[in-house]
């Protein structure tokens, strides 16, 4: 499976970004999806994950954040409003091979499949 991640760019704190990841070489309606982040100087972590029931989040982004799929084009989104200065960082796409249980959907070693990162910048 290959991910693509775009969307990321310079936006002012409050404003809005959506991110998205499309798939290709393989379906994401029978896999786990995520996105992570990695601020400067900080290790990845996680931000948000699908996983075919209830989305789960990074407690600092809910209410903030949403994780969506557009099943027909294979692609899942990160709705991201109200950001912060403190949301600055690398953004990642992840899948999984399959679908994962709720306690292992922060782990970054539980995804297979990683896209190349889309910068996102918060600006005062």
């Known amino acids: 499976v290959q991910l693509q991640a775009s969307g990321g760019g310079l936006v002012q704190a409050g404003g809005s970004l959506r991110l998205s990841c499309a798939a290709s070489g393989g379906t994401i309606s029978t896999r786990s999806m995520a996105w992570f982040r990695q601020a400067p100087g900080e290790e990845r972590e996680f931000v948000a994950a699908w996983s075919g029931g209830n989305p789960a989040y990074l407690d600092s982004v809910k209410g903030r954040f949403t994780i969506s799929r557009g099943n027909a084009k294979n692609t899942v989104y990160l709705q991201m409003n109200s950001l912060k200065l403190e949301d600055t960082a690398v953004y990642y796409c992840?899948?999984?091979?399959?679908?994962?249980?709720?306690?292992?959907?922060?782990?970054?070693?539980?995804?297979?499949?990683w896209g190349q990162g889309t910068q996102v910048t918060v600006s005062s």
């Open positions: 992840a899948a999984a091979s399959g679908r994962l249980i709720l306690s292992r959907l922060g782990r970054e070693n539980a995804y297979s499949y």
